[in-house]
């Protein structure tokens, strides 16, 4: 696939964007190649190179392997145009943010440093202005890693994010509002349950407030009961870091609860506070099954019971 062909896609792929999304998409990113011939990512801002060394072998790639080197020459016009266009758009940002120093360094012709444009980027991708666009494959282990810094550089953290609301348990009426640093024991949503291959069940929490420690007690309001953290994972992919304790804005898996299913809160028995429920589409498919034999009635009924804790819209 020569490289005009390539442009003329990943230009197409920007334009369904605008169109079909509504946002404005600003791209951070082009890629070096594609499908099948795809090598790597050019970052625009950087002005590096990535080629990644692990193409074609899936299977024994563990991690992103890549090494940095200069914009290939039949991309740096492109990357060029890209820039621009993009620190064009930087400076509506700087005149927005009334930023008088980085306002003057814009107007005078000078470079900006890649910390000064990541800074400016995350005012407006927070702001909902722009929409920065990477690219990569999951497939192939292309730019994971990147996208995952772009995470890091440009999305909220839990400090940016205003006051989460809080309800009474009795009469699910509003009683306030908290924020990661509000004096609370622990807050936490889960909002995830799955069977692990060990057929373990694997619940997906986010503390909101306070902290959650391996071995400790947790009180499910939702479901009046108690529920104990015998053993605290960070979940990559398959693979399950054993961790020790996680706070406000962390997301972890718990093993072993018994009661809690997804969008129950975790909140301190003596003053309970409930999060605002998690809201599942009605099923449009229905169905009538049953099983071959009498024998296998308990095990479709474990099999359904198992659906229905993983997935809530899923009713029998």
């Known amino acids: 696939m020569d490289g005009v062909e390539n442009e003329e896609k990943f230009t197409d792929n920007l334009k369904s964007i605008r169109e079909k999304l509504r946002v404005e998409p600003l791209p951070v990113q082009i890629p070096i190649g594609a499908g099948r011939e795809l090598e790597g990512i050019v970052d625009i801002i950087e002005q590096k190179a990535y080629y990644y060394s692990q193409l074609g072998n899936k299977e024994k790639a563990k991690e992103e392997e890549y090494q940095i080197k200069a914009i290939p020459s039949h991309l740096v016009a492109r990357t060029k145009k890209y820039r621009q266009e993009l620190i064009a758009k930087i400076g509506k940002i700087i005149e927005q943010e009334q930023n008088e120093e980085l306002l003057l360094k814009h107007l005078g012709g000078q470079e900006l440093s890649a910390t000064e444009i990541k800074k400016l980027l995350r005012q407006a991708t927070l702001t909902g202005e722009y929409f920065l666009v990477f690219c990569g494959s999951a497939y192939k282990h292309v730019g994971v890693k990147l996208l995952l810094d772009g995470v890091t550089d440009y999305l909220p953290s839990p400090l940016d994010i205003g006051e989460i609301p809080v309800f009474s348990p009795q009469n699910k009426n509003k009683t306030g509002s908290v924020n990661c640093n509000s004096p609370l024991p622990y807050l936490a949503l889960a909002f995830k349950v799955i069977f692990d291959d060990r057929n373990q069940r694997v ?114």
């Open 203 to 316: 619940t997906f929490i986010r503390v909101y407030a306070g902290k959650i420690s391996a071995g400790s007690r947790l009180y499910n309001v939702n479901q009046g009961e108690i529920e104990t953290v015998s053993s605290l994972v960070r979940m990559h992919a398959d693979n399950k870091e054993k961790i020790d304790e996680i706070g406000a804005g962390d997301i972890a898996a718990i093993v072993g609860l018994k009661y809690t299913v997804t969008g129950d809160t975790f909140s301190e028995k003596k003053n309970p506070l409930l999060l605002e429920a998690i809201s599942f589409a009605e099923p449009v498919i229905s169905q009538a099954i049953e099983p071959k034999t009498n024998k296998d009635q308990g095990k479709l009924r474990d099999a359904l019971e198992r659906l229905k804790i993983q997935d809530p819209s899923f009713k029998y």
